[in-house]
């Protein structure tokens, strides 16, 4: 617990070692974003001065997690560092079997394969693109259950992550209980803005799904973040710990699948997890094709002893202060700069409404990429699209789906950027802003088939 005075967000850790960037010119930055296709996945993390383009696996180790790796057992088979990493999870997620994998889209592949059948729907509190994938290539389809208030970026609902039950029930009205495999819950939503559930929600779900029989499968990957969330906001949670409310969150569920990289604090990870016999015994063998041996899943040992020391440091308040602390300060600037995103800030990055910042560009010539792409222009800060692009195409009309979320991220990496580097970001955008006037779209020149924003190409119009 915090037993300082002040209510600041200062870091609960001391810097021992850094990593020297580059500085670069504007030219070099126009040629690396020219030779990069417009797309910021495409450019070279040496051209980068700031790199917000995902809080995933770009975390910082602590001294222990670097200790921990001298620990690694690379045994190929019931490594010990396997066992610390299961016991680990038991304690703190609570699930009974743990499958570890090589990131968390080999876990949501896993339960994916298994859980779905060919024309089953998949109802979830917004997609997430790999997520989302998993669920078609296993021939589901996928219906969005959240909340309406998440789908506009100017509600200040503090609980943007809540299932709609009655979204929920007229899909069950309408396709039948037995073709509704299980609900996919996703703790602070990314897509939607890193925005959390209520317990009070996670309750009426559970009990609607056990009315129903339907098993409700966590997206585990920022839960962490969004228990601090409900311990903040909801009524009666202001006292009770981090880790106690993620143990809650679980105990309602059947199981989850995690992306170590995000809340666990680690550069590479995941697991699958559950509570039933079958469906462990399902998995513990798929995973054998895919990922590797049911003790590694696709990691090293090292990486194991990592993860669960990680899961330790994560589930503090101490940490979680500073973690949602330093995106609020940068979203708190941008805000007071009049830079328009999506509100209540979230806990993992500041979403910019690329809508409203450059409202003169149809959706069409996507405007939250050629931001992303500014953004690089202008200071060496990569960004993230996550509007049109990563929307997708409908599989129905083949048409772009243009969805109500046009957004950049500016995602913040654990423990990695000073608060000096969130001015030189927020000076960054709002030079931007100013002369956002001049700026003109992008053409996609080229398409890949699967999660097109990974490696589309652009020309500006
Ligand atoms: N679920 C959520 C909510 C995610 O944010 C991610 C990854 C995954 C699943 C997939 O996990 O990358 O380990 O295979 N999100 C990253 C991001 C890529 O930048 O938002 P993974």
Redesign the pocket.
Known sequence: MNTHKHHTWAEPYKIKMVELLRMTTREERLEAIREAGYNTFLTKSRDVYIDL?????TSAMSDRQWAGLMLGDEAYSGSENFYHLEQTVQEYYGYKYLVPTH????A?HLMSQILIREGDRVPGNMY?T??RLHQELAGGKFVDVIVDEAHDPQSEFPFKGNVDLDKLDALVQEVGADRVPYISL?GNV?MAGGQPFSMANLRELRAYCDTHDIPIML?A??TIENAWFIREREEGYADKSVRDILREICDMTDGC?M?A??DALVNIG?FFCCNDDEVFRKAQNLVVVYEGLHTYGGLAGRDMEAMAQGIREAVTEEHMAARIGQVRYLGRKLMDAGIPIVRPIGSHAIFIDARRFLPHIDQDDYPAQTLAAALFIEAGVRT?ERGNVSAGRSPITGENRRPKLELVRL?IPRRVYTQAHMDVVAEAVCDVYERRDEIRGLKMVYEPEYLRFFQARFEPL
């Not at 990131?103 to 080999?106: D, E, K, T, V, W």
């Open positions: 383009l995902t809080d995933s696996g990131q968390g889209r080999g949501e997430f790999t997520t996703e990314n997206d990957t920022r699948t992306s990289k995000k995941g993230m995602t």
